[in-house]
T-cell receptor, first 115, second 115 residues
Framework: KAGVTQTPRYLIKTRGQQVTLSCSPI?????VSWYQQTPGQGLQFLFE???????NKGNFPGRFSGRQFSNSRSEMNVSTLELGDSALYLC??????????????FGPGTRLTVT | KQEVTQIPAALSVPEGENLVLNCSFT??????LQWFRQDPGKGLTSLLL?????REQTSGRLNASLDKSSGRSTLYIAASQPGDSATYLC??????????????FGKGTSLLVTP
């Protein structure tokens, strides 16, 4: 079974631009979560999507948004990029069983550099 | 707010040593705890998943324990090898009031195993 895939793997953008990152979960997984990793703050939760609905959101400004499609693929968008948005963006998928005890599987990440 | 702490932040050991990595969390209302490994610039590889009702899990040379009541987990690595050099992250899965999930991560322990 193929793992979580993220595209693109690397991205360089200019301050003020916007960017869209994509995540394809493991086949059969219905939940997709996004995380931002920076050297200073570590790994921080952005949001979780399940059944095309945002179920949880971390403490990030409204410039960070996302969506999920009917095939469970997800995109996240960052508008008006700032230098501080430079980070590794990681996507995780899980089956989203009713027990809540799912293991999370992470993709390789998208490295975003804002200049 | 759930806080996850990992001690030590960095560790250097000679090959062959057994070692213990520590993780503590402030709120015992967790669904599970996962240990991950991250190589530089890469995504996260899941090592062990411990459900909230379990006390420990083992995989090869790795053993993870969980004491939910005291908010502690340990990752034991036996007979360390240079290939074990990486950053080890622990994360607890929590749920918000809207039945949305998130992983709260520690800052990680950077492990270096020297030949």
């Amino acid at each position: 079974k193929a793992g979580v895939t993220q595209t693109p793997r690397y991205l360089i953008k200019t301050r003020g631009q916007q960017v869209t990152l994509s995540c394809s979960p493991i086949s059969g997984h219905r939940s997709v979560s996004w995380y931002q990793q920076t050297p200073g703050q570590g790994l921080q939760f952005l949001f979780e999507y399940f059944s095309e609905t945002q179920r949880n959101k971390g403490n990030f400004p409204g410039r960070f948004s996302g969506r999920q499609f009917s095939n469970s693929r997800s995109e996240m968008n960052v508008s008006t990029l700032e230098l501080g948005d430079s980070a590794l963006y990681l996507c995780a998928s899980s089956p989203r069983t009713t027990s809540g005890r799912d293991e999370q599987y992470f993709g390789p990440g998208t490295r975003l550099t804002v200049t | 707010k759930q806080e996850v702490t990992q001690i030590p932040a960095a560790l250097s050991v000679p090959e062959g040593e057994n070692l213990v990595l520590n993780c503590s969390f402030t709120d015992s209302a967790i669904y599970n705890l996962q240990w991950f490994r991250q190589d530089p610039g890469k995504g996260l590889t899941s090592l062990l998943l411990i459900q909230s009702s379990q006390r420990e899990q083992t995989s090869g040379r790795l053993n993870a324990s969980l004491d939910k009541s005291s908010g502690r987990s340990t990752l034991y690595i036996a007979a360390s090898q240079p290939g074990d050099s990486a950053t080890y992250l622990c994360a607890v899965r929590v749920m918000n009031s809207n039945s949305g999930y998130a992983l709260n991560f520690g800052k990680g322990t950077s492990l270096l195993v020297t030949p």
